[in-house]
């Protein structure tokens, strides 16, 4: 990997140094380094706690055969890649081992049988080059430098033709299909690559990628949230991976977010972005579910409904951006106002929702679903990205090595925002194209920086 990683650094100091032709006539190795969890481990954390399952005991880093390239397909070399809760849900085998994921699309076709392996290179996001393409690519040339989202589609339904997440055979790359992006090498779709924004280095450009395009989905498409001017949006998490991207687009579209987080220098953060109506649970200390989690307590929904008006001047919330799930949902179905909408996905608290039904039914509420985005939202989410109105929430970056770690600290919620993990890139830093641009923007670029 050597020689690519040397081509890749020569075309970011001279441009003019390496073609598109010099990248395609690049040799590329037998194997890689990648991530994998292994099929024959998958009972490995039987009858331990969720909470007490441990990621650096089922992710491997290894060498693995380079997949034969398809149709359609690109190779890219990876630069840098992130964790999301999928990587998590695949490194602890919940809800379900991804195994199975791969073993149901490798029955699709010939193809597609390449994913059917008994180990699973993951990873739902990357920053990187080009470095070759399959029959029928025409947009994406070897040494383009992109990013990917992680819709998967084979399109031949006609159901995903008007929204491709409605596509029969979608799925989210790295997590439902194989040789995802925490490698040194990915195959994708080539209509999962968009542009990298060239003012962020590779660490910056590979993190908002999925929760970006999801929350852009959730919040603001007209199939989901349909966030408009003087909406009030409550986020859970606001100063997350997801909620601090659902903070930013609240803010940017004229709505008013009520920032949910834990502790004061994560509200610190909110306000850093201009959120003003925030609600610091630690200080809270709702008890929305009693001790054994099994009835939730009605009485901590009102008091969540009375300190949102207190901060909204008596009205109540227009739209909550939820994915906490089972600890949260409750609450959530009850401060919504009459006629207004619920938007889920995730449920990082649990899949299992509970909620009284006749506040969404007796005030005509909605409860909309989520799930990452289509092509064009995600060009829309990643478009402004590339114009410096909605920025990365990298907190902190390791390496590839290490992401047993990484995974560790976001199951734990030690994180803040998103974590970063290079891959072929040495060092962080590296990548930046437009450094103006960057300049203008650099505190909120660096916003989570080391907290």
Known sequence: MQHILDAIQA??????????????????????????????????FEGIATRDKDPRKSL???????????????????????????????????PVSTFGFLERYGRLSELTKRHDLPYHVVGSDLAGVVLKTGPGVTRWKPGTEVVAHCLSVELEDPAG?????????????????????????????????????????WE???????????????L???????????????????????????????????????????????ANIVRSMGAEMIINRSE??????????????????????????????????????????????GASVYVTRKGGTITTCASTTGFMHEYDNRYLWMNLKRIISSHF????????????????????????????????????????NAHQGKVGVLCLAPAEGLGVRDHEMRATHLEAINRFRGV
């Open 161 to 201: 033709h008007d929204d491709t997440m409605m596509d029969p055979q979608q799925r989210i790359w790295g997590f439902e299909t194989n040789f995802g992006g925490l490698a040194h090498i990915a195959l994708v779709k080539s209509n999962q690559l968009l542009a990298k924004p060239a003012h962020l280095t």
């Open 204 to 218: 910056e450009a590979a993190s908002p990628g999925l929760v970006n395009a999801t929350a852009y989905r959730q």
């Open 11 to 44: 075309a970011s100091a001279d441009p003019a140094s390496t073609s598109s032709e010099d990248f395609a006539n690049l040799a590329l190795p037998e194997s890689y380094r990648a991530v994998t969890v292994h099929k024959d481990e998958v009972d490995m």
């Open 220 to 266: 603001v498409s007209k199939n989901a949230g349909q966030m408009k001017q003087g909406d009030n949006v409550l986020i859970w998490g606001a100063s997350g991976g997801l909620g601090g991207f659902a903070t930013q687009y609240a803010l940017n579209g004229g709505a008013n977010p009520i920032c949910v987080v834990s502790n004061e220098e994560k």
């Open 373 to 412: 985005a289509n092509y064009r939202e995600a060009f829309e989410a990643n478009r402004l990205i590339a114009q410096g109105k909605i920025h990365p929430t990298l907190s902190r970056t390791y390496t590839l090595d290490e992401v047993g770690q990484a995974a560790l600290d976001v199951h734990k």
């Open 284 to 329: 809270e200390k709702w008890q929305f579910w009693n001790e054994e989690g099994t009835e939730q307590n009605p009485k901590e929904w009102q008091r969540l409904g009375k300190k949102i008006r207190e901060l909204t001047g008596g009205e109540d919330i227009d739209i909550v951006f939820e994915h906490p799930g089972r600890e949260t949902f």
């Open 60 to 94: 491997h880093v290894e060498d693995v055969p380079l997949p034969e390239l398809g149709p359609g397909e690109a190779y890219v070399a990876v630069m840098a890649s992130a964790i999301n809760y999928n990587t998590v849900w695949t490194s602890i085998f919940e």
